[in-house]
């Protein structure tokens, strides 16, 4: 008998953050763009639109007035968004799965950006790229941290020592997510705290073993920022490990989630990395341009990645290519609920036992900023919940979750 599935994490579930989501932090980040770009006339009543829709509108077709950026989109893309779509067409906002309302929000705010449009004033222009560029070059940001990070770890001569330190830091870097500006704006730069208490499921020991054997690893990235930093120091230092190693950073093809990285983020951060002053995360960004050029750091966007599809419906292409893969390193909270179908799973449900779908080894690294999480004892949830109420999503604790389970037949 099949076993029945939870339900899907709602916009509608009552006091839930998915429902907060849609009420405050959506509308916020209309009024982020609106502020910080110079739009037509036509652009900022569109996103006004939108931001209407959010509160007392239906689901419907997103390429409605839209029509000449479909195009933009490959044939598969259409074909989920029209499916996808069609599952929810003439419900409201307030009650549909929250991955799904999440993605279906991005892309038409790119739509109402004009993005896809070749005649556009925003065509190909990142909407939140000031709040990237902060990111990366304020007081606080990605480069001063990197550079610091950078030169404290010089002195470490165990090259599996400085992984576990570079897993810790990737880890960490999760909570600069520009899409939670408070989070971001309380996380500090705790980046290389190996505090095993608010580490709640730690195979960082696990992780280290595989990273350091492996020929080929993937990561699928979240933020720009001071956590692609540090994705990028613990790229780097798995591809010191060994002359056959590779690497390939998975990005979005356009923007989403704020602050979530594509290829020219990536490009942009690694140029930084060679100009910002420091000598040890110059000779790190020098090298990471020479893994370029040897063709050992690759750069993959993909359509999946800004679909509103989880992994259990990864197309053929996508999951040939990772099945090749020693592990992958799935970044941040969103990779980690499309993982798991965003559902409503009890908290000491296993992650093997619900992801073992997947086609390779893999592991989970992400601060806790959403009502979703596995591997969690009931006791251990309940003390929590003592201690700190918003403990699943206030970015406090992390998980560093490894799954090297064989796909099942």
């Known amino acids: ?25 959506l509308p916020e980040q209309i009024d982020l763009v609106i502020a910080r770009n110079r739009l037509s006339g036509r652009t900022a009543r569109d996103l006004l639109g939108l931001k209407q829709e959010l509160e007392s509108g239906i689901i419907d077709d997103p390429f409605v007035g839209f029509t000449s950026q479909k195009k933009a989109l490959c044939d598969e893309e259409r074909s989920v968004w029209a499916r996808e779509v069609s599952r929810y067409e003439r419900r409201p906002w307030n009650g549909v799965p929250w991955y799904f309302a999440e993605a279906l929000f991005y892309l038409k705010l790119l739509l109402a950006c004009r993005y896809f449009d070749e005649n556009g004033d925003f065509f190909r222009v990142d ?16 480069i001063r941290t990197m550079a610091a990070v950078s030169e404290l770890l010089e002195v470490v001569a165990d090259p599996k020592e400085k992984l ?27 980046i290389l705290d ?32 001071t956590e692609l930093g540090c994705d990028l120091l613990l790229a780097g230092c798995v591809l ?31 140029s930084a990395f060679v100009c910002n002053g420091s000598p040890a995360l110059e000779e790190i960004g020098e090298s990471l341009y020479r893994y370029m050029d040897e063709d050992r750091l690759k750069l993959r966007g993909h359509g999946f990645w800004n679909s509103p599809l ?25 990779n980690y609920r499309r993982l798991l179908s965003d559902r409503h799973w009890p908290k000491n449900s296993s992650m093997e036992d619900i992801a073992g779908y997947f086609p390779a080894p893999f592991a989970a690294l992400r601060t806790l900023k959403s009502e979703i999480v596995v591997d969690i004892k009931e006791e251990t949830a309940a003390e929590l919940d003592s201690i700190d109420p918003d403990w699943m999503v206030n970015g406090e604790r ?3 979750r490894t799954v090297v ?3 099942r037949s």
């Open 398 to 400: 992390g998980i560093i």
């Open 240 to 270: 010191g490990f060994s002359a056959r190693s590779r690497v390939y950073f998975h990005l979005k093809k356009h923007p989403m989630f704020v602050s979530d990285a594509m290829e020219k983020d990536v490009e942009k951060t690694v």
């Open 164 to 190: 576990l330190q570079l897993i810790v830091c990737a880890l960490w870097g999760n909570r600069i997510d520009l899409s939670n500006k408070h989070i971001a704006h309380d996380a500090g730069r705790r």
């Open 405 to 407: 389970k064989q796909p």
């Open 310 to 334: 989880h992994y259990t419906d990864l197309p053929k292409d996508l999951a040939g290519t990772l099945a090749e893969s020693d592990v992958v390193i799935f970044k941040g909270d969103v």
């Open 127 to 142: 909407p939140f790229r000031h709040e990237k560029e902060d990111e990366l070059f304020s007081d606080t940001g990605c």
């Open 194 to 225: 190996y505090d095993r208490e608010r580490i709640l499921v730690d195979h960082s020991g696990r992780l280290r073993e595989l990273l350091s054997n492996a020929g080929r690893v993937d990561i699928v990235t979240d933020n720009c920022g």
């Open 1 to 25: 008998m099949k076993q029945e599935l939870p339900p899907f994490i709602s916009t509608g579930d009552p006091g839930s953050f998915a429902e907060r989501t849609l009420k405050k932090r």
